[in-house]
């Protein structure tokens, strides 16, 4: 049986598929525009309309892009059980992104937004972009619904 070549890194050709990397990740915001840093962890986030957006490249190979963002906005914990129903609300009618709450360590409810998928045969830039701009832009649909359900003026904070 013949041994299987190490992948190397390979330039990025228009219109062909390539592995997911935390560069390319970088890169597709870079030539959009986007404002991001690369905090101390080397992961990749920003800041949208005051939610806070991280973009990890994990698996087994690096072949799962998993964009995670957070509504700026904290709940009292007594709040919680409506904001799940919010939440089931709005999955009854979408299929992402998947969200759930958490609570911080003061007790505050936090809500959380998640988009992944599976790039294991690679994936054009073009595909790429299109995934982060539909990630952004589902979980700040998300946000502004929960803040039309809280009745939370989202200039005000």
Not at 1 to 10: I, L, R, V
Request: charged fraction near 20%; charge should be negative; aromatic fraction near 10%.
């Amino acid at each position: 049986m013949a041994a299987m070549a190490t992948p190397t890194q390979q330039p990025v050709i228009a219109g062909v598929p390539a592995p997911l990397s935390r560069e390319r990740i970088e890169q597709a915001l870079q030539r959009h525009s986007w404002s991001y840093q690369v905090d101390s962890d080397g992961d990749v986030g920003g800041i949208w309309n005051g939610n806070t957006f991280y973009f990890f490249v994990t698996g087994e190979q690096d072949e799962i892009l998993h964009i995670q963002s957070r509504w700026h906005v904290t709940l009292d914990i007594d709040q919680r059980l409506e904001a799940l129903q919010a939440i089931d609300d709005w999955h009854r009618e979408r299929l992402w992104p998947k969200a759930y709450t958490q609570v911080d360590d003061r007790g505050n409810v936090i809500i959380v937004a998640e988009h992944a998928v599976d790039w294991e045969f690679g994936l054009t830039d073009d595909q790429l972009f299109q995934t982060l701009l539909c990630a952004v832009a589902a979980s700040l649909g998300l946000f502004d619904y929960l803040a039309q359900h809280f009745q939370i003026d989202a200039n005000a904070i």
